[in-house]
């Protein structure tokens, strides 16, 4: 047998030549490659703690393709060996960089955190995490919401609360709870909560027929007040889909929390119900998630089908107008309607109802339309944290984060009436490198602006800021009802019960 042969057989015994050609490992140097986040430190206190890899090649310069499945590993386990329920996820983003995200249900002192590629550590890994790793469900409030807005990271303040809180000042809740009750209590189309936080326990009362959707604001709460101790606070949320405080300045609005806000309201807006539950349950009861579609983006660029795509349900004439847009130009829209509740069906019209699509396969097109719902919809946050570049159709709603998006850089503008549609398509076709940018500038800012802790944040900014604006603080909790935490099975080892529960396991 001749050398080579031999050197050969020996090498594709030990994989070399499959790993080396088909995953580009070979390339990548573990020690200059990055990882850095803010979930290698234990005061990052979030139902799912995260981190990024960025691969670096020998010569410095950043990978910027995935390695292939199964290359890039991470494991969480204790320094001690001690039993702790994590689970870990790996997230390529294809783009060389990855996010490592886990979910511990249970708790541990002092982390051990691997990531490897093909078996041999990147970085500086592993990574010792010093200190109290506490589960979603520990309830644990041991700080002050300051001290956890700077252990993680959370922005001083937010312009968008800033100009909402603008109109309030010396809010009297009293004169607030009589008005609110009595302008939208009307059973049928309005469904609002009064809640207080008193003693960080949260009290509620609501009013209205689909009192349902209390369920969000609640998790939103006991999430918070089990991981800090809020300022004692009352305010009014909206449970419906509408802003609802229509009243001009000089009527004196009064302040009310909605998930959607518009030009024509006072109210004050915090990230949508959805957009908040898939933060607070992203590893458990959710699967789409900010993280989640970041590592499924579709083909790349390159590949994608330079056509608008467009799935949804009928809550808004342009929708319908859209979907017969796309029959008679399915050249350049693919839209068809997945549900019809709001409008007369028509199949000559608009087409047949078509299959669910799964949010993922969105990014098989180059081209999204976000176009409202019945008011904004809220897929935006998971269309700019894809890879394809959005179509936005003007509108008066906005959420949270929408002032802080610009036309033509994060997103390309479409008229109300969707007549620029059609040659805006033309446009994007022949300007791809333009188009191109906007997409990566719409992932960047989700990438940034949008993570699970800058939702908790700004709930957290949101609710103390109100509270400074309050006459005076509530105490009052008669007619309410408490919200219960929910049951813990697990313990706990929160640091102002620690050595009574040590004493214990003794
Ligand atoms: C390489 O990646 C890091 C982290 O993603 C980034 O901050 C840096 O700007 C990149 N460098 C270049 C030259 O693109
Ligand atoms: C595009 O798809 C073709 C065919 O599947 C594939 O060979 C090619 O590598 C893809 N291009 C990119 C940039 O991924
Ligand atoms: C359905 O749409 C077709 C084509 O626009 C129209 O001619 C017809 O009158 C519509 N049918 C109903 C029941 O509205
Ligand atoms: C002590 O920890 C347990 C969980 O193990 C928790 O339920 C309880 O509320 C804590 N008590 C105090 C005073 O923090």
Redesign the pocket.
């Known amino acids: 047998m001749s050398p080579w042969l031999k050197f050969l057989l020996i090498s594709t015994t030990l994989g070399y030549f499959g790993y080396a050609v088909e995953d580009g490992s070979s390339s990548v140097s573990l020690t200059r490659s990055k990882i850095w986040g803010p979930g290698l430190q234990a005061d990052f206190l979030m139902p799912v703690r995260y981190f990024y890899i960025q691969l670096v090649k020998h010569d410095g310069s950043n990978l910027t393709d995935s390695v292939g499945q199964g290359t890039i590993r991470a494991s969480v386990s204790t320094v001690s060996g001690a039993r702790v329920r994590i689970w870990t996820q790996v997230l390529d983003r294809h783009d060389g960089t990855y996010v490592v995200r886990f979910r511990p249900f249970s708790s541990a002192t002092d982390l051990l955190i691997s990531v490897e590629l093909n078996g041999r550590h990147i970085a500086e890994s592993p990574y010792h995490i010093k200190g109290d790793v506490y589960h979603e469900t ?3 409030p041991h700080q002050t919401a300051d001290q956890w807005a700077s252990s993680v990271g959370c922005p001083a303040s937010y312009l968008q609360i800033e100009r909402d809180l603008e109109p309030f000042s010396d809010i009297d809740m009293v004169h607030v709870a009589r008005e609110a009750v009595e302008r939208f209590k009307d059973e049928g189309r309005h469904s609002i909560c009064h809640y207080k936080v008193i003693n960080n326990k949260v009290y509620r009362k609501c009013y209205g027929e689909h009192i349902g959707f209390n369920m969000f604001a609640d998790a939103i709460l006991l999430s918070l007040t089990r991981k800090m101790f809020l300022s004692d606070v009352e305010f009014f949320i909206n449970l419906g889909d509408w802003p609802l405080e229509n009243k001009p300045l000089k009527d004196k609005p009064i302040p009310i929390f909605s998930w959607c806000g518009s030009k024509q309201t006072y109210d004050i807006v915090l990230p949508t119900y959805d957009i908040t539950e898939a933060s607070l349950e992203m590893m458990n009861r959710v699967s789409l998630d900010i993280f989640s579609v970041q590592a499924n983006t579709g083909p790349k660029w390159e590949n994608k089908t330079n056509k608008v795509f467009w799935r949804g349900r009928d809550s808004r004439k342009e929708r319908l107008q859209l979907v017969e847009m796309s029959l008679k130009h399915p050249d350049l829209i693919d839209a068809r309607l997945t549900n019809m509740f709001f409008f007369p069906k028509n199949s000559s019209k608009y087409g047949e109802l078509a299959e669910h699509v799964s949010f993922f396969d969105f990014f098989q097109y180059k081209y999204q339309l976000n176009i409202d719902g019945t008011v904004a919809a809220y897929r935006l946050p998971y269309l700019l944290a894809g890879d394809a570049a959005i179509f936005k159709q003007e509108s008066d709603y906005y959420e949270h984060f929408y002032s802080e998006l610009e036309p033509n850089v994060h997103y390309i503008p479409i008229r109300r009436d969707l007549s620029d549609l059609l040659e805006k398509i033309q446009w994007a076709r022949e300007h791809d490198d333009e188009v191109r940018k906007v997409a990566e500038n719409g992932q960047v800012f989700a990438r940034k602006n949008l993570t699970p802790a800058d939702i908790l944040c700004y709930h957290v900014r949101a609710f103390e800021s109100f509270a400074k604006h309050l006459k005076k603080k509530p105490t009052e909790t008669r007619g309410f009802e408490l919200v219960e935490q929910p049951s ?1 099975k697990e ?4 640091p ?2 620690r050595s ?2 040590l004493h214990r396991d003794l």
């Open positions: 520990c309830n644990c813990d313990t706990c080892l929160c102002n019960n009574k529960t």
